[in-house]
């Protein structure tokens, strides 16, 4: 029997006033406290100054501290969630997401050699996300290589390419945590993933690249629907397919190292995510990313504010969050779809 399935329309509309609900209350919440109506005040000011402010405390913990950091965790889970969609629809495999392409271990050794040479807080803080990012594209290069086999890309090889050249690189950092000494604990940090550094230049950078990745798989749906009843069925459409696949993967590696490159590691999103939006709107690709960027970013955002405020005084790494919370979830979505 065919499962209920909610309407896209409202479901998708639904998730954009939470996605506002969930930012502007993780923007009140912290080790000191804001009212609600204050924030938008801040928020709304800084855009039309003939709207009277909050005070100047407030607007400064909003604007400087608050709302890059939601803005910054939103657009990180929105990438990571249409990541996990893509490469999910292309490989035909569900357990794909962002990191089984091994390109957030690539980041992870960037960011750390970045660090064991003590010049992750050159040119303003910028020489880390960048070795991050570099690192991860010189990864996608070799997983390209070790994938391609006669000029022909195949997607099976390609995921355990990934899942190889990431083993590969996971070593070689924990032969970096191994020759690390004051180092090891900002690489820890790193590797759990966190938004304490998030500011705006971190925003602007990543808002066009999760964005315009967004609307360029959105464009692409059909072509994922065709795909997920084989290559040659994509191909008697009219599909490209080698081309296609290239496109996908390279959007997809590129989307998360612009993520990790920023956050770290944040797991969970790009597997969970996708599932939970399929069965609850269906499997078409063009209603599905718009709505599964706005869940993952509502859940990220979510995860952070718990990362915040769940230990008084202390804040907790948010990718141990989202492996808390999305270990046991995709725990029962497996056991369900294997009863069915």
Known sequence: MTPRRLPVGVTTAALAVLLVVVLALAASLGDVPLAPAAVVRAMLHRAIPAIPGADDLTTGIVWDLRLPRVLLAALVGGGLAV?????????????ADPYTIGVSSGAAVGAGAALLLGIGAAWGGAALPLSAFVAALLTLLLVFA???????LQTASFLLAGIIAGSFLWALL?????????????????????????????????????????A??????????????????????????????AGILTLAALMTAASVAVSGI???????????????????????????????????????????????????????VTALLGAPFFFLVLRRQMGR
């Open 174 to 214: 924990t032969l970096l945590l191994s020759l690390a000494r004051q180092e090891q604990r900002a690489i820890l940090d790193w590797l759990m993933g966190r938004f304490t550094d998030a500011d705006w230049p971190k925003v602007a950078i990543l808002a066009p690249v999760i964005l315009v990745g967004t």
């Open 216 to 245: 360029l798989f959105t464009a692409c749906g059909r072509g994922l629907d065709a795909f997920s009843f084989g290559e040659e069925t994509a191909r008697s459409v009219g599909v490209e397919v080698e081309r296609f696949k």
């Open 146 to 152: 070790l994938a391609r086999v006669g000029g022909t």
């Open 266 to 320: 944040i797991g969970f999103v790009g597997l969970v995510v996708p599932h939970l939006m399929r069965g609850l709107i269906g499997p078409p690709h063009r209603p599905l990313f718009p709505a599964t960027a706005l869940l993952g970013a509502i859940l990220t955002v979510l995860a952070d504010l718990l990362a915040r405020l769940i230990l008084p005084g202390q804040e907790i790494p948010v990718g141990v």
């Open 83 to 95: 990541s996990g969609a893509a490469l999910q629809g292309l490989l035909g495999n569900p357990l």
